[in-house]
Each structure stands twice: as structure tokens, then as C-alpha cells.
């Protein structure tokens, strides 16, 4: 059983209009591999909690990215009120299967659907640490580039890190297809909203991809 810590909140920045990237402390904690998360619990002053899992954005340390839904009950309070000093309750990691471990060299695929980036980003992070050849081919869809987060990582990506950028909501507006996925070969990871990850799970067996070669990661909607 993993056990809930205080978890305080050191920083925050602004990754898009609607997204902030939060960066807590906390003690003792054990470490993590890209692409787990941790569960958040936030508790009201009457004992009300509430309870939502956030994608862990980097390798070191304990960093959130989270998109703030406007009819949402967690994630306004994360990206609007939460304010650097104070306290929530998370535990973790969690997650064994939706995780890139740097010593495994095969080339990688990563399909991200809107705030599905984070976990992705997280593997991207690691690949930057382990250095190595590993090649990876990044698939973001997004609404608009205004919408992108980790800008400044992703506008210039390094050298082993193809970007194809799918934009949902710009002239001409469109969804992901067959033609913006390479083929079988890579190990795949699929992030995103339930409808993006079933979509592009059929799109990568239609092109030739081994089942058991595609994780998937639902965020939920
Ligand atoms: C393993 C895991 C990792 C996650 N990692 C992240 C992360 O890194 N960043 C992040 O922002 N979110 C992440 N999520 C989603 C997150 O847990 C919450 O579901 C999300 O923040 C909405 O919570 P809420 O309380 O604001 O909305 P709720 O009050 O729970 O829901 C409000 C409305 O939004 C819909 N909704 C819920 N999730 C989504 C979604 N992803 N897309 C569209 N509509 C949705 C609901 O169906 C509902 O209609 C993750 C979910 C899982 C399961």
C-alpha cells in the first residue's frame, strides 16, 4: 500500500492559456520512471476529498502539468488557487506498465492527444538524460499550436526527436490519420483523452502495429 505525503507546492508555471506545470516538494520521496503517476487528494475544511490522478512530467522530481477543465471539480483549483507554500496530499508512483525504461534501446513512438503530452514528455526527458541513439518520433494533437505546452523543449527538439504536430482546431482543421503515424517497429506509447486513445490505438494496428507492442494511457472524458 503506498502510503499519502504532504506534498508542497514551490513553484508553478504556465504552460498554455488553460495549463500550469506544478512543482512540489516532497520528503522522502522513493523516485519514479517516466510515464507513471501519482494520485492527488485535496481535502475541504468540512473533510470533503476529493481524489485525481496526474501524470508525472519529468524523471526527477515531483512535477504536474494539468489542464484546467472549466466545469471541473480538481483541476480549476490546481491551475487557478493552489499557491506556492501550500500543501495537498499525493502518493505514488503508480503505474508499471505505461513506463519507458531508458536502458530498453528500441526506437519509440509517442502519440499524445492535448494534456496526454505529459507522461510523453516525461520519457522525452528521459531519453535527453540517458543520451544514446535511441530514436523517438513524437505525434502531438493538439487544438491550436497556441495550446502546445513544454514550448520551449519541443519548439527546438533535439537532434534524435522528430516532431509530427496534428492540429485539431486551425485551418484546415483536421483529426489524426494513418498517414501521420510511421509504421510498425517502435515501441508505442498512446496518451490522451479515452476517444483519442481508442481512435489512435485502431489508426496504429491499421497500420501494421503489434497489439502487444502498443500501451495506452486514458485520462478519462
Ligand atoms: C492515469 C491518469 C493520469 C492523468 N494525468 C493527467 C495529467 O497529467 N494532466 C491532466 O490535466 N489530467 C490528467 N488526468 C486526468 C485527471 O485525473 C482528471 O480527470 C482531470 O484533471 C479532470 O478532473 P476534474 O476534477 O477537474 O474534472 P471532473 O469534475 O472529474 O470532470 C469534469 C468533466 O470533464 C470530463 N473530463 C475528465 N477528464 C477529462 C479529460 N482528460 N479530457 C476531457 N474531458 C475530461 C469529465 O468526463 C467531466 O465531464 C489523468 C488521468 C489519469 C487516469
Same mark, same amino acid.
Given at each position: 500500500?503506498?502510503? $499519502?505525503?504532504?506534498? #508542497?507546492?514551490? @513553484?508553478? #508555471?504556465?504552460?498554455?492559456?488553460?495549463?500550469?506545470?506544478?512543482?512540489?516538494? =516532497?520528503?522522502?520521496?522513493?523516485?519514479?520512471?517516466?510515464?507513471?503517476?501519482?494520485?492527488?487528494?485535496?481535502?475541504?475544511?468540512?473533510?470533503?476529498? @476529493?481524489?485525481?490522478?496526474?501524470? *508525472?512530467?519529468?524523471?526527477?522530481? =515531483?512535477?504536474?502539468?494539468?489542464?484546467?477543465?472549466?466545469?471541473?471539480?480538481?483541476?480549476?483549483?490546481?491551475?487557478?488557487?493552489?499557491?506556492?507554500?501550500?500543501?495537498?496530499?499525493?502518493?505514488?508512483?503508480?503505474?508499471? $506498465?505505461?513506463? $519507458?525504461?531508458?536502458?530498453?534501446?528500441?526506437?519509440?513512438?509517442?502519440?499524445?492527444?492535448?494534456?496526454? +503530452?505529459?507522461?510523453?514528455?516525461?520519457?522525452?526527458?528521459?531519453?535527453?538524460?540517458?543520451?544514446?541513439?535511441?530514436?523517438?518520433? *513524437?505525434?502531438?494533437?493538439?487544438?491550436?499550436?497556441?495550446?502546445?505546452?513544454?514550448?520551449?523543449?519541443?519548439?527546438?527538439?533535439?537532434?534524435?526527436?522528430? +516532431?509530427? $504536430?496534428?492540429?485539431?482546431?486551425?485551418?484546415?482543421?483536421?483529426? +489524426?490519420?494513418?498517414?501521420?503515424?510511421?509504421?510498425?517497429?517502435?515501441? =508505442?506509447? &498512446?496518451?490522451?483523452?479515452?476517444?483519442? &486513445?481508442?481512435?489512435?490505438?485502431?489508426?496504429?494496428?491499421?497500420?501494421?502495429?503489434?497489439?502487444?507492442?502498443?500501451?495506452?494511457?486514458?485520462?478519462?472524458?
Amino acid at each position: 500500500m503506498i502510503r $499519502w505525503r504532504r506534498a #508542497r507546492l514551490t @513553484a508553478a #508555471r504556465e504552460e498554455s492559456p488553460t495549463a500550469r506545470t506544478l512543482v512540489f516538494e =516532497v520528503p522522502d520521496w522513493p523516485g519514479h520512471l517516466p510515464g507513471q503517476h501519482v494520485d492527488v487528494r485535496l481535502t475541504a475544511p468540512d473533510g470533503y476529498t @476529493a481524489q485525481r490522478s496526474y501524470s *508525472l512530467a519529468t524523471p526527477e522530481g =515531483v512535477e504536474l502539468t494539468v489542464e484546467g477543465l472549466p466545469d471541473g471539480e480538481v483541476s480549476p483549483y490546481l491551475v487557478d488557487e493552489l499557491t506556492v507554500g501550500d500543501e495537498i496530499e499525493l502518493r505514488g508512483p503508480v503505474g508499471g $506498465w505505461f513506463v $519507458w525504461r531508458p536502458a530498453v534501446t528500441t526506437p519509440v513512438l509517442l502519440v499524445a492527444g492535448g494534456s496526454g +503530452i505529459v507522461p510523453l514528455m516525461a520519457m522525452i526527458r528521459a531519453r535527453r538524460l540517458a543520451g544514446g541513439d535511441t530514436p523517438f518520433h *513524437l505525434v502531438y494533437s493538439l487544438r491550436e499550436p497556441a495550446r502546445r505546452y513544454y514550448a520551449a523543449e519541443l519548439d527546438t527538439p533535439d537532434p534524435w526527436l522528430t +516532431i509530427t $504536430w496534428v492540429h485539431t482546431r486551425l485551418a484546415p482543421h483536421r483529426r +489524426i490519420t494513418k498517414d501521420d503515424l510511421p509504421g510498425p517497429g517502435p515501441d =508505442v506509447f &498512446v496518451c490522451g483523452p479515452t476517444g483519442f &486513445v481508442e481512435a489512435a490505438a485502431d489508426l496504429l494496428l491499421d497500420v501494421g502495429h503489434d497489439s502487444a507492442r502498443i500501451r495506452t494511457e486514458r485520462f478519462g472524458g
